[in-house]
Structures are given as C-alpha cells and as structure tokens.
C-alpha cells in the first residue's frame, strides 16, 4: 500500500513525462511513433518469438480456447496469473515476473506513469484499425498521442439485483445510495475508485455541484461523493474485490442488489439465481481494458503477437462470448451474433450513444484536464477516504 500511495503521490508530473519515458521493445531497430509523433523509439516489426509468455488477466479473459491456437500458431507457451483487482494486476507487474497485463482504466494510469508498460507500434497490429473510434486512442492507454497497449474488451458497471426481493424493478442509482429498503443486502466495489460511481449519480441528483466527470472532481465535489458514500456504508452488507466473493454473497441471498460487472451477472444466471441487471438512468461507470507490455518483459515478441493475436475478430468475439463483454473491435459481432440472437445490439457495441452513457475508469489527477487547472482531488487523497469511508 505504502508503495502505490508514493507511486500515486507523483502520477501528475510523471503523467506529464510519461509519453518520454517508455521502454522499447528489444524486438525491431526503433523509429518514430507510429501516427508520425514524436515520442519514445518503438519497434519496426516483431522480432523471433522466444518460445513463452508470462501474462496477468482477468478470469475469462485466457481461457483454453483463446490460448490454445495462440501457442500451436506461435509456439509461444502461454503462462497466466489470474488477478482479483486492479491493485492486485499493479502490484503483480512491479514484480517483474510478467510479460504483460490485462489492465483496467484505473490500473493502467499508473502503470504508465511508473514506466511499468512500454509504448507500442500499432502498425505491429493488423486489426488495430478495426478497434472502436472510441477506444483506439482512450486517455487510459495513450498519451499525446502514445500508445501504451490495445483494447480488448470493454462493458459498464451496471446493477444487479435479485428480482424475487427487489421490486420494483431498479432505474437508478439512488435505489443503493438513498433507499434504505434493503439495508444490510446492498454491496458496493471495494476500491477508491469506486467514488467515482457516487460521483456521477450525484451529477444527476446534484446538478449545482456542477460536476462534469466522475474522476475529476473538486474539493466540493469530492466532499459531497465522500459523504455519500458514509451515508450509504451504513446500508453495506459487504465490500467486494473479488467477483468471486460476489457471486457467492448473491447465490447466498446475503446481498440483494448492488454494482457489478458482465461476468458475474452471466455466472449467476447459469447457475439459476434469479438476477437481473440494469443501466441506470444516471449512466454507469465503465472500464475498457488493456493489454499492455511490461517495460523489461522478458518475451517482449511474442508479447507483441499476443497482443496482435488478442485484437482479431475470432478471438475477440471468443472472449466476449465467455465473459459476457462487448469486444473492442465490432468485427467481432459477425461471430458473435451467430452464436447468440442480437448480442452485439444488446451489449451496444456500435452505438455511439451508449459510449456516452458510460464513464470509463481512469486515473484521477489534481490537474482537472479543463479550465479548473489543478484543482481537482488525486488518487492519494481517494485512498484515504476510502478508509475512512469504509470505517465511517
């Protein structure tokens, strides 16, 4: 912890050198940026293979069926360590034991500001052009115009809950901020970022606190999602980190209703718990997750063909099937929806609207990114609310 809180104290400025300070890969002879920019030196073209590949995901994200073809195409032997968290996957590549990651938007910040991750050549990836307009340049993967990895899959922070309890029917938020009708059943996402979610239902419900993105908030702004979150901790029947632990609390019965992701609302509803999930009226937050390559990676080629591999229709579509995500390259729909009736209209995956429904996860910095200047509240001061928070 200690470590991510100095690493966090100093995101602001090295955010402001980090397009300056990524590692090439040891594959290719260097050059200029791949749009032309000027930037770090990065790989003309993916050297010899070195035969492994050491990677940190998400559960669903490397299963057997996107491995498999992956290694008897390249010979490159696929080792994976599944993470819980964010801070988890953070933690897990300062070890240096790890040719890569599946980081989300508040993960992947701060691995570029520590020059933990190296910049990337997207001529090295065929589909790189085919990835959603909104997601081939997201501010949670490149800066000035540098990019740190690809996306992969992306979806919301919907609403769960079990529909033989909860009634009617949820359309917002307040249902879990301002009810008190399932006090003790309501979970939340145990991470700092999770003020983010308070943030934008108050965006709504508080429209003079004039807030006009979750992760850039002003003192004020930040006061009024901190107290809310007290207010709400005393209807908290658990914090969860691990999607694990949230299935087993919904299965259970011990929580009724509360944030979630795809994967476990997919899981619950295969084993026959009756949930079912929304996307409030107020939006939702969201993450957009990245493969990004280790600085010093020890297989920084077939890092690279991974992440090549990664963002083709087949294994993009592969994933999204298991995980319950909507894939960063639409390419994929045409597989998809083949498989399952309307599943890339249902999870919006070429609606420009819906993208604007959703906040996705991203580094809070004091630079506020707009006229405010710096005078936003950063991600070190969200670490301590959150403790106090949770011991309110």
């Known amino acids: 912890m200690r470590v991510r809180l100095v690493l966090a104290a100093v995101l602001v400025s090295a955010m402001?050198?980090?397009?300056?300070?990524?590692?090439?890969?040891?594959?290719?002879?260097?050059?200029?940026?791949s749009n032309g920019s000027s930037g770090p030196s990065l790989p003309q073209s993916i050297g010899p293979l070195e035969g492994s590949l050491?990677?940190?995901?998400?559960?669903?994200?490397?299963?057997?069926?996107?491995?498999?073809?992956?290694?008897?195409?390249?010979?490159?032997?696929?080792?994976?360590?599944?993470g819980q968290t964010s801070d988890e996957m953070y933690?897990?590549?300062?070890?240096?034991?790890?040719?890569?990651?599946?980081?989300?938007?508040?993960a992947s910040n701060r691995l570029i500001a520590s020059g933990l991750v190296s910049a990337i050549n997207t001529n090295l990836i065929s589909d790189f052009g085919d990835i959603s307009?909104?997601?081939?340049?997201?501010?949670?993967?490149?800066?000035?115009?540098?990019?740190?990895?690809?996306?992969?899959?992306?979806?919301a922070n919907i609403l769960m809950y079990n529909k033989t309890v909860v009634s009617p029917a949820p359309d917002s938020w307040g249902v879990i901020f301002d009810g008190t009708?399932?006090?003790?059943?309501?979970?939340?996402?145990?991470?700092?970022?999770?003020?983010?979610?308070?943030?934008?239902?108050?965006?709504?419900?508080?429209?003079?606190?004039?807030?006009?993105?979750?992760?850039?908030?002003?003192?004020?702004q930040f006061d009024a999602a901190v107290n809310l979150l007290k207010k709400q901790h005393q209807q908290i029947g658990n914090y969860w980190s691990s999607f694990t632990a949230q299935i087993q609390d919904f299965t259970q019965?011990?929580?009724?209703?509360?944030?979630?992701?795809?994967?476990?609302?997919?899981?619950?509803?295969?084993?026959?718990?009756?949930?079912e999930a929304v996307l409030p009226k107020e939006g939702a937050t969201g993450w957009a997750d990245t493969w990004m390559e280790y600085s010093k990676a020890a297989h920084p080629n077939c890092m690279l063909k991974w992440m090549d591999y990664a963002t083709t229709p087949e294994?993009?579509?592969?994933?999204?099937y298991t995980f319950g995500s909507a894939p960063a390259n639409p390419k994929?729909?045409?597989?998809?929806?083949?498989?399952?009736?309307?599943?890339c209209a249902d999870y919006h995956v070429t609606d420009p609207n819906y993208f604007d429904h959703i906040s996705f996860w991203k580094t809070p910095l004091s630079e506020c990114g707009d006229s405010r200047g710096n005078t936003c509240v950063p991600y070190t001061e969200w670490f301590q609310a959150w403790t106090d928070i949770k011991n309110s």
């Open 16 to 33: 402001a050198v980090a397009a300056g300070c990524g590692s090439s890969s040891s594959s290719g002879n260097g050059g200029s940026g």
């Open 54 to 82: 050491n990677l940190i995901a998400w559960q669903g994200y490397t299963e057997d069926n996107v491995v498999k073809p992956f290694e008897k195409q390249t010979g490159c032997q696929v080792n994976v360590k599944y």
């Open 91 to 106: 933690k897990l590549m300062q070890s240096g034991n790890y040719d890569g990651v599946s980081a989300s938007g508040d």
């Open 133 to 155: 307009p909104q997601l081939q340049s997201p501010p949670h993967n490149t800066i000035n115009g540098v990019h740190y990895g690809v996306s992969y899959q992306w979806g």
């Open 181 to 220: 009708s399932y006090k003790g059943k309501v979970d939340a996402y145990d991470s700092p970022i999770y003020i983010a979610d308070a943030a934008l239902y108050l965006k709504s419900a508080q429209p003079d606190l004039k807030i006009t993105d979750p992760y850039e908030l002003t003192q004020p």
């Open 253 to 275: 019965g011990s929580i009724v209703i509360g944030p979630t992701w795809p994967y476990q609302l997919n899981t619950l509803k295969a084993a026959k718990v009756p949930v």
């Open 315 to 320: 294994v993009q579509a592969k994933t999204a």
């Open 332 to 343: 994929a729909c045409a597989i998809l929806d083949k498989q399952v009736k309307n599943y």
